[in-house]
């Protein structure tokens, strides 16, 4: 691996995402699992239907089946059996003849129409549709849910790579299926370093700061839902450092520190990963988070991430979390981008690709119009809680004014 820090200039985001990835290898086991307990796994198989969803023609409404051709001799028809949900009608049911028929019954063989009980006087076996507005638009199939019309036998429903969601969890269950096959999931060691952190809950000497960067890292993770290993705070340490990053690799799939990874007096992060492993030490041309690590341990990979909470979150979001991603076998993340009307002037300086926090709003004119969210400096985290997007200006940009179109990605659910 090259050191890019040597490398003259910036390294671009772009090229930064492609060396990363091109080093990442997906995790290749998998495991069967109830379908009860595979939210957010990535699916290790595609999913083809065994069966018609629904399996048979069913009622959509509470009323009456009947064949449409039995109203060209009047509108009144003969009860002759019930229909009920997971108690089919068996028998026959001649022209002039309908069926009591309710929700999710299966359609008797000989009706292909269904008149919903509100349009109907019932009198003992004789029942009459009502004429009326809903008479006149009466039509063959009414109120008749067809066989396969949501999924059909043999169709691809599911693929391989796909995260499982709530709504893919109900498709299984809907096709039958009962346990699928997952991959592993991956583990990632968390490390913040910094003297003058401490946990929230104790107290704060003169100097000091709480952490908050492995808790941010945390929850996205369980988003993502990778397992997680939290070293903890470690001090700004040679010999900590290493004994921690050397615990980290021993039980993870990746490794992330956050701070000293930027040139300074107790910076520790470089020195420590040129003695254990293999690192690419970059200072990307991204806006925040310029200091980036990314390399590779023994037995895992390693993002060493800036030290402050916005650098931190946006590296991780926008690098690491595509590599874990990988990792993970999952789908690429598909990230939704809009060209939007900037609703004033914002700064920026051409050099850098810029994700600044945006609120994106719709004007008095109905139009999307997106703003910053003020100060832009990369320790306050304040201003992504107030944030719902990325302004993503590119490198060459430099300051827009207002009314300028940009391009904003919105937020995902692993940062909201
Ligand atoms: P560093 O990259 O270590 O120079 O840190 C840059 C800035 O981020 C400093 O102001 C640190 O105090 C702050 N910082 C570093 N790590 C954390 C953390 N885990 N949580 C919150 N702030 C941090
Ligand atoms: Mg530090």
Redesign the pocket.
């Known amino acids: 691996m090259s050191d890019c820090c040597s490398a003259p200039g910036l390294l671009p985001f772009e090229d930064a995402l492609e060396n990363m990835l091109s080093q990442i290898t997906p995790v290749t086991e998998t495991l069967t699992l109830p379908i009860t307990q595979v939210l957010n796994t990535v699916l290790a198989q595609d999913i083809t239907s065994p069966l018609n969803v629904p399996n048979h023609d069913n009622s959509a409404m509470d009323g009456y089946a009947f064949a449409i051709d039995s109203l060209s001799q009047g509108h009144t028809l003969t009860m002759v059996g019930r229909s009920m949900a997971g108690a089919p009608f068996q028998g026959e049911c001649k022209l002039g003849e309908c069926i009591r028929i309710m929700t999710g019954a299966k359609m008797p063989a000989c009706c292909d129409s269904v008149e919903m009980q509100e349009n109907v006087q019932a009198e003992a076996d004789r029942i009459t549709i009502l004429k009326g507005k809903e008479l006149k638009g009466k039509k063959l199939g009414s109120h008749v849910r067809k066989a396969g019309e949501d999924i059909q036998l043999g169709q691809h429903v599911l693929a391989q790579g796909q995260q499982l969601s709530a709504v893919d969890i109900g498709i299984l269950a809907s096709l039958g299926v009962s346990e699928v096959k997952v991959f592993r999931k991956i583990k990632v060691a968390l490390i ?3 003297d ?2 401490k946990l929230p809950g104790q107290a704060l000497n003169a100097g000091d ?6 808790f941010v890292l945390r929850a996205m993770l369980d988003k993502l839902h990778i397992d997680v290993i939290d070293l903890g ?1 470690i001090e ?1 340490d040679f010999e900590a450092i290493k004994a921690a990053f050397v615990s980290a690799d021993s039980q993870a799939d990746a490794v992330i520190s ?5 040139v ?1 007096d ?2 520790y992060t470089k020195t420590v990963l040129d003695d254990l492993g293999e690192i690419g030490f970059w200072k990307i041309a991204m806006k925040p988070g310029k ?1 980036f690590a990314f390399g590779k341990l023994p037995n895992s990979i390693f993002f060493g991430l ?4 916005v ?2 979150l946006v590296t991780f979001h926008q690098l690491a979390m595509v590599a874990l991603t990988k990792m993970q076998n999952a789908q690429v993340l598909k990230r939704t981008t809009l060209q939007v009307k900037c609703g004033h002037d914002l700064k920026k300086s051409p050099g850098r690709m810029d994700f600044q926090r945006g609120v994106l709003s719709i004007n008095e004119a109905g139009e999307n119009v997106v703003e910053s969210t003020g100060s832009q400096g ?2 306050i ?1 304040s201003s992504l809680a107030r944030a719902n997007c990325f302004i993503v200006l590119a490198s060459k940009q430099g300051k827009v004014q207002a009314g300028e179109m940009v391009s904003v990605q919105l937020f995902d659910r692993f940062i909201c």
Not at 258 to 262: E, P, R, T
Not at 306 to 309: I, V
């Open positions: 913040a370093t910094g003058e952190l700061i709480y952490e908050s960067n492995s705070i700004d956050s701070g000293g990874v930027s300074g107790a910076d200091p800036p030290g402050n909470p650098s931190a990369s320790g985290l």
